[in-house]
T-cell receptor, first 111, second 112 residues
Framework: DAKTTQPPSMDCAEGRAANLPCNHS???????VYWYRQIHSQGPQYIIH???NNETNEMASLIITEDRKSSTLILPHATLRDTAVYYC????????????FGPGTRLSVLP | EPEVTQTPSHQVTQMGQEVILRCVPI?????FYWYRQILGQKVEFLVS????????KSEIFDDQFSVERPDGSNFTLKIRSTKLEDSAMYFC??????????FGSGTRLTVV
């Protein structure tokens, strides 16, 4: 699986958009970009994933650059409950493929 | 929304004892996983399980570990003789579609 690089920490004001970057310059054509988050010591929570098109769901938006070497997770209106560690993971889709979690980005949403 | 359920939420055991961590995956999922997270460290893959057999395992998953799906709903992780360094959060996950896994809320294992 391709390696990803994320900033170790970020702050965001409550109510503002949180933009979390991820570099994955060695991504291959069949690898998806997945985002998970972990709130405190809970189990990781799936947020969103994409291959090359931008994606949006009820939690977030995922913007993938045209060359697919980087992406940005956008939380449009961050709340205090969005304070968590966010993981960007690149891997092929399909059953049985395990996820390799890096250190992620610790997002602190400030009141 | 379907959930992965793990029990117990916290288990304390003496070094050398056997422990069994239990998980109920989402009912129509076919792949099951165990991950662990030592306090302050990364989430680490242990093992994946499909069609009643291990499909992949990490170096962490040595002979002290085993997994089992004893019936149609439960998925268990057994540690035969616990060591202090086995103290961690253990997360079960299951997957169905390609959009990723659903993780349980974890079992905190404390070995004393």
């Amino acid at each position: 699986d391709a390696k990803t690089t994320q900033p170790p920490s970020m702050d965001c004001a409550e109510g503002r958009a949180a933009n979390l970057p991820c570099n994955h310059s060695t991504i291959s054509g069949n690898e998806y970009v997945y985002w998970y988050r972990q709130i405190h010591s809970q189990g990781p929570q799936y947020i969103i994933h994409g291959l090359k098109n931008n994606e949006t769901n009820e939690m977030a938006s995922l913007i993938i650059t045209e060359d697919r070497k980087s992406s940005t997770l956008i939380l449009p209106h961050a709340t205090l409950r969005d304070t968590a560690v966010y993981y960007c993971i690149v891997r092929v889709s399909g059953y049985g493929q395990n996820f390799v979690f890096g250190p992620g980005t610790r997002l602190s949403v400030l009141p | 929304e379907p959930e992965v359920t793990q029990t117990p939420s916290h288990q304390v055991t003496q070094m050398g004892q056997e422990v069994i961590l239990r998980c109920v995956p989402i009912s129509n999922h076919l792949y099951f996983y165990w991950y662990r997270q030592i306090l302050g460290q990364k989430v680490e893959f242990l093992v994946s399980f499909y069609n009643n057999e291990i499909s992949e395992k990490s170096e962490i998953f040595d002979d002290q570990f085993s997994v089992e799906r004893p019936d149609g709903s439960n998925f268990t992780l057994k540690i035969r003789s616990t060591k202090l360094e086995d103290s961690a959060m253990y997360f079960c996950a299951s997957s169905g579609q390609h959009y990723g896994y659903t993780f349980g809320s974890g079992t905190r294992l404390t070995v004393v």
